[in-house]
């Protein structure tokens, strides 16, 4: 077996998905600034939110959770994995243009059902206007991540990480444009996501080719063999998309409270930064590793990809999650604060990036444990412990909301995201060794989170002394970039004073591609 070079893989995503979050953010800066929290921007994100919502289930979600794995095998055995490609192509094709015309025709539905807040003010109509446009867009990045799990599973990382920095190279290109040209930003904006979508596809389809998949558009079979992937494939959609489905529930319930859900998407948009960049990459490389290893019955292989992606994973976000804990404020305003936004979105942004973060360990450790269960193909499990999280995260979400008000789904998401990392945890138990943690792990993860401690405060000392700083009209860039290399600074250097960081061993990994 050729195996795929796990941290050099990790890296070539992360460092796209990282190009692609530096991007979004541009995009969400622009968005806050030419459009500012209210109807408008309220409305654009209930519609775009709808494409990204259906996008978890039939690609990067259900689809792909199944489709991956059974490729992956076939690839590695040389049993016509052309074949079953062409097949998943057509049948995800079929399925997801009924998913676009029904979506079209039902749309104020849609709208309705979640942001039932928005019905009876300016904003539903908005909603239902906008989200009739930017609704294709599914169906070009469903086909692209089919593309993506083909690269990916013969470890070709790199078109398929850049493919989505497209959209927000786009989406930029719009607005300053429409602005420039005394346009109105938000038409742009929504204009040109679809045709972000068809380039995206485009690239990855190429991609595909050179990489030795050629797939042409023809009728969908549903032999045995589709018939299982789509069996695996349905409780995988929960499972997988129950981030986007939490957050749904939480917009549903933000929408009663005038520019709430313009606050909590700006919030997501930050926290979506690391877990993008650390969740996604690892994501995307354990699971096509996994399931190589695992028919090859490389259990001792499998369980240190396992455990280098958890080490990976928690070596960067801990420190993440302390920076948006103790200096959320000083993020949001620098970033956000400009044009039609003002302050008091600034304090309420920065509450819910808080909040948020105290999930992201959570967010990314199941990215680490669900690919122990779809490389086994074994969707139902992970399906069962997100119906618990869901249910969860719905009771508080709007069982919080008359005490807390609309921060009520940012508490609600960060908690049902531990309680679906603990039932992962608890689930995987049964599978052995290949599913624990090695002695590297343990002994590297007290390291991590010292360093994360001295990190935090060095940065809440700063902070008290210096913080006066970010608020400085032209000098806030300067001293939010100063906080920032602080905290690297020390963090990195505890780091490599515990152990925890050892710049040997990761040259060492990236030569030998583990």
Not at 101 to 126: H, I, K, Q, S, Y
Not at 442 to 457: N, P
Request: charged share 15%.
């Amino acid at each position: 077996m050729k195996p795929i070079r796990l941290v050099a893989g990790m890296f070539t995503v992360g460092f796209w998905t990282l190009m692609s979050r530096i991007l979004g953010f541009l995009r969400e800066i622009l968005l806050t600034a030419y459009v500012g929290p209210g109807p408008v921007m309220d409305a654009f994100v209930a519609a775009f939110r709808l494409p990204n919502l259906f996008r978890r289930f039939f690609a990067e979600g259900a689809f792909n959770a199944a489709f991956v794995p059974m490729f992956s095998k076939r690839f590695e055995a040389g049993e016509d994995a052309q074949g079953f490609a062409q097949n998943a192509f057509n049948l995800l094709a079929v399925a997801v243009l009924g998913l676009v015309g029904l979506g079209m025709v039902f749309m104020p539905a849609l709208v309705w059902l979640t942001a039932e807040g928005f019905a009876g003010d300016a904003r539903f109509a908005m909603t239902v206007e906008f989200g009739r446009v930017v609704f294709p867009y599914i169906l070009f990045m469903s086909l692209a991540a089919l593309f993506s799990g083909v690269l990916n599973a013969t470890g070709r990382f790199a078109a398929a990480a850049a493919a989505p920095v497209l959209l927000n190279i786009f989406a930029c290109g719009a607005m300053i444009s429409a602005a420039i040209l005394g346009e109105p930003v938000i038409e742009w904006l929504i204009v040109v996501i679809p045709v972000a979508g068809v380039a995206q596809l485009v690239l990855v389809w190429t991609a595909a080719g050179r990489a030795g998949i050629r797939i042409r558009p023809g009728l969908p079979k549903l032999d045995a063999e589709m018939q299982h992937m789509v069996r695996v494939a349905i409780p995988a959609a929960l499972a997988m998309g129950v981030t986007q489905v939490n957050l749904v529930v939480g917009q549903l319930v933000a929408s009663r409270t005038e520019n709430a859900v313009s606050w909590l998407f700006a919030a997501d948009r930050l926290y979506q930064l690391p877990l993008g960049v650390v969740g996604i990459a690892v994501g995307v490389v354990l699971l096509p590793d996994l399931s190589r290893r695992l028919r090859a019955e490389d259990d001792a292989g499998a369980r240190h990809a396992f455990s280098r992606a958890g080490e990976f994973s928690l070596f960067l976000t801990l420190p993440s999650t302390v920076a948006f804990v103790v200096m959320p404020l000083p993020l949001v305003s620098v970033l956000f604060e400009r044009g039609a936004t003002g302050p008091e979105d600034s304090a309420a942004i920065a509450l819910a990036t808080a909040i948020y973060g105290l999930g992201l360990p959570a967010f990314v450790l199941q990215k680490v444990l669900q690919p122990l269960y779809f490389a086994r193909e074994n969707t139902r499990a992970p399906f069962h412990y997100a119906v618990v999280a869901m249910i969860i995260n719905a009771a508080l979400s709007f069982g919080l909301y008359p005490v807390v008000g609309w921060i009520a789904p940012a508490i609600a998401a960060s908690v049902a995201a531990w309680a679906m990392v603990f039932l992962l945890g608890i689930g995987a138990r049964s599978m052995g060794d290949v599913a624990r943690f090695d002695n590297r792990f343990h002994q590297r993860i007290w390291g991590i989170v010292l360093s994360t401690a001295i990190m935090g405060a060095v940065l809440w000392g700063s902070l008290q002394v210096l913080g006066w700083t970010t608020q400085l009209p032209h000098w806030r860039y300067v001293a939010l970039a100063g906080f920032i290399g602080l905290g690297a600074v020390s963090y990195f250097g505890a780091a490599h004073l515990t152990g925890a960081l050892r710049l040997s061993e990761l040259k060492q990994a990236l030569r030998r591609g583990r």
